[in-house]
């Protein structure tokens, strides 16, 4: 019989019973194991991290029924544990009182399963409540216990935006998790999971064993499905004609494939960047879960994780996201990894909540690592372009059409530029009169726009493309045609742009193997508050 999809389903035991597909992964419990006691994930929202520790929480309850068939069914001595789970979802983090009164009803579940009712208090900060939970429960089961936090940040991550209460929650976070590490000697295994790694929580700056395995290579697939695992385990929703499955996984992996958490290590890898993409790259199991029921491409996992807290935590901040350089930025990995509210990274952030991904992995002089980071895939990237021209650029929503926007495509293809420019007219013309203001103040305004207009385009711009005399303010390619661009500011001559782009060789790089080369420059003139373009094709 065929197996169920396990959309909004993150019980291991439910999955198991029901004949739901489980992806086995329980060859990283065994790796775990092997490894350490103390250990930390970071992974985006609805990525498998909740399923992962549900499979975790039945394993150490010796549920061995449950994992027959599975990888660690006959390689592990099964022994049973006492677990305290908790999902810091299920608190109420708006403000600090709210938050304690959850907390400790969290914690008071957990006495209740174990009969231990008579060592909770509600009275007590649930720092003390986890303590006497801890302990008692150790010596209650005459063995040590096992804890798993899931989403430990979501606390801090849903005030983000509110200063007061997040310092105020963070301090407080910092008394409860400190209980793990003065009662490390009651604890057999600890996992947690978030989304982001602050500094100054006390579960990461005191809890010195507490091993972060969020960009190692060994843990690089503990969530999400390779490509391996999704023809694998979901064959039975995919074609069985040869053919049209190949054509099938073109488009679902461009789609949702994508999403790398170790990098690609030119200089120790033994197979090649493509090979790397293929056999180390994961999807969303969101995303897939929905098109495989639905036959149908959409923007599945952005429309549960917009962005909107990125936006206004950039407005609040009066910070620029670097839209054009985000895909060759290098990131070292201590930014990566720890954050702090008053010097958080916007570039780290947009990682860790899955809008950008590792790309390649980069060993620096002093032999510490850094990476380059780039968009997954295409979901991510047209709906991070569309949000990001509605709500950030502020243009407004008819103006945003994907429809229009792959027309204009299909004509630069064509070499019919005038369409394009006329298209980038209408989008300027639109754009509301303080958005307007920002132009004459900040003179990248006009390459990130375009940048994220290209990216809804489905294009890959390429920002200050270098050549050898130069760097060229934006290029892209379109079928077989190239198109160079120059920027220039308000009140210069506009066919300065492409003298600029003869005198310089931008476009010679472009001749021979693209079959028409046109070069555009823009400006936007003050007075009329409108985008001027003039542009010449180069004969090949």
């Not at 892209?476 to 198109?483: D, E, I, Q, R, T």
């Not at 920027?487 to 782009?501: R, W």
């Amino acid at each position: 019989m065929k197996q169920k999809l396990p959309i909004g389903t993150s019980d291991f035991k439910i999955l198991r019973r029901e004949n739901y597909v489980y992806v086995d992964k329980t060859l990283f419990i065994e790796k775990l194991l092997n490894t350490g006691r103390f250990f930390f994930l970071s992974r985006p929202r609805r990525f498998g991290k909740t399923l992962f520790l549900s499979t975790l929480y039945y394993f150490f309850r010796g549920e061995k029924d449950l994992f027959k068939g599975l990888y660690i069914y006959e390689r592990w001595k099964w022994e049973k544990y006492p677990v305290i789970r908790l999902s810091m979802t299920a608190t109420t983090p708006f403000d600090k009182e709210a938050f304690i009164l959850s907390l400790n009803e969290l914690l008071r579940g957990v006495f209740d399963a174990y009969g231990l009712q008579r060592y909770y208090n509600a009275k007590f900060p649930p720092s003390i409540n986890f303590r006497n939970l801890i302990e008692h429960l150790s010596r209650k089961e005459n063995s040590s216990v096992v804890v798993l936090i899931d989403e430990y940040d979501v606390p801090l991550t849903d005030n983000l935006l509110n200063p007061k209460v997040f310092h105020e929650v963070r301090n407080f976070l910092r008394q409860f998790y400190r209980v793990l590490k003065d009662n490390d000697h009651y604890i057999a295994f600890l996992f947690v999971t978030g989304v982001t790694k602050f500094a100054h929580v006390s579960l990461f700056s005191g809890f010195n064993n507490l091993e972060d395995i969020s960009l190692t290579e060994e843990f690089a697939t503990i969530c999400g499905y390779t490509e391996k695992e999704f023809l694998h385990y979901f064959k039975d929703y995919l074609p069985e004609n040869p053919q049209q499955l190949r054509q099938n996984l073109q488009i679902i992996r461009q789609w949702y494939n994508g999403y790398d958490f170790y990098g690609y290590d030119k200089k120790n890898s033994q197979v090649t960047y493509e090979q790397h993409r293929t056999q180390n790259c994961v999807y969303n199991p969101y995303d897939i879960l929905l098109y495989l029921r639905q036959k149908t491409f959409d923007v599945y996992w952005f429309t549960t994780a917009t962005p909107s807290f990125l936006i206004e935590f950039a407005q609040k901040h009066h910070l620029n996201i670097p839209i054009a350089s985000l895909e060759k930025m290098q990131i070292s990995t201590s930014v990566l990894r720890t954050y702090e509210l008053q010097r958080i990274s916007l570039v780290a952030l947009m990682f860790q909540t899955g809008y950008l991904t590792l790309d390649k992995r980069l060993q620096l002089p002093d032999h510490s690592v850094a990476f380059t980071l780039r968009i997954p895939n295409h979901e991510v990237r047209i709906a991070l372009a569309e949000y990001l021209l509605l709500h950030y650029f502020q243009l407004p929503f008819e103006s945003v059409s994907l429809p229009t926007a792959y027309e204009i495509k299909e004509n630069l293809a064509k070499g019919a530029i005038e369409r394009f420019l006329n298209f980038l007219h209408s989008l300027y013309a639109a754009l509301p009169y303080e958005t307007k203001g920002k132009i004459f103040h900040y003179e990248d305004f006009h390459r990130d726009l375009l940048f994220t207009i290209l990216w809804l385009l489905d294009i890959a711009p390429v920002a200050e493309d270098i050549s050898i005399r130069g760097r060229a303010d934006l290029s892209f390619v379109v079928g077989n045609n190239a198109y160079v661009i120059e920027f220039k500011v308000n009140g210069e001559k506009l066919s300065k742009g492409i003298e600029q782009i003869k005198s310089k060789g931008y476009h010679q790089k472009y001749l021979g193997r693209c079959g028409k080369v046109f070069l555009i420059s823009l400006t936007f003139d003050r007075q009329r508050r409108q985008l001027q373009a003039v542009y010449e094709q180069i004969s090949v």
